[in-house]
Each structure stands twice: as C-alpha cells, then as structure tokens.
C-alpha cells in the first residue's frame, strides 16, 4: 500500500522557520522524484519545490519555484524513504496547505502518488 505522510506543518510567526517531512512506503521511493506543492483554498496547487531521484554516484538535482529560491530548500534520504522541505524566513504568503508528490515515468507510464498535506499557517 502507498503511502505519503507529510508532518511537521504548523503556526509560525513571520520570519520563522518550519521543516516539513514527508515519509514514504509502499514502492521504491529511490527511483521516482519528489516535489512540494501547495494550495491555497480558490486558488490551483502550486509547484514549490523539487528534487530528482538519484543516479548511481550522483546527486540529485533541485528545482524551486521563484517565490520560495533562496528560503526554502528540499533535501531527501533515501535509507529512511522520507524528503523534506526546510522553510526559512516564512511569510503570510506561504499559508497554505503543503502536499507531498512522488512521480516516476517509465517508458509510456507515469506512476504519481499524493500525500494527504499539511497545513502551514505564518500569522503574528
């Protein structure tokens, strides 16, 4: 069975910090790439941020959406199936609910399980 369980959401006041965690189980979490999205309710989910699966010997590769570059950064462990998202610096603007996202594409299929999120409200 697949799962996704995000944590580590919460109330922070602007300019604070929050590490959201992402486990994973149920399929081979070193293969497939993982990505933070949010949402904001009326509004689509959003890209934040993202990390590739990592080759034999390599790093993986990152990627962030211009309104998070330089405060939040994605970072994975693939010994505890679990990728992260450190949140430096949090605005009003980062309220939302944050979801976790594995994707793999192999060949003609795509493979792309979804967490349940978690909610990160930066109020004073």
């Known amino acids: 069975q697949v799962q996704l369980v995000e944590s580590g959401g919460g109330l922070v006041q602007p300019g604070g910090s929050l590490r959201l965690s992402c486990a994973a189980s149920?399929?081979?979490?070193?293969?497939?790439?993982m990505m933070w999205h949010r949402q904001v309710p009326g509004k689509e989910r959003e890209l934040v941020a993202g990390?590739?699966?990592?080759?034999?010997?390599?790093?993986?590769?990152?990627n962030y959406a211009d309104f998070v570059k330089g405060r939040f950064t994605i970072s994975r462990d693939n010994a505890k199936n679990t990728v992260y998202l450190q949140m430096n610096s949090l605005k009003p603007e980062d309220t939302a609910v944050y979801y976790c996202?594995?994707?793999?594409?192999?060949?003609?299929?795509?493979?792309?399980?979804w967490g349940q999120g978690t909610q990160v409200t930066v109020s004073s």
């Open positions: 149920g399929f081979t979490f070193s293969r497939y790439a």
């Open positions: 990390i590739t699966s990592a080759g034999a010997g390599s790093s993986p590769n990152t």
């Open positions: 996202h594995a994707h793999r594409a192999a060949g003609v299929l795509q493979y792309a399980y």
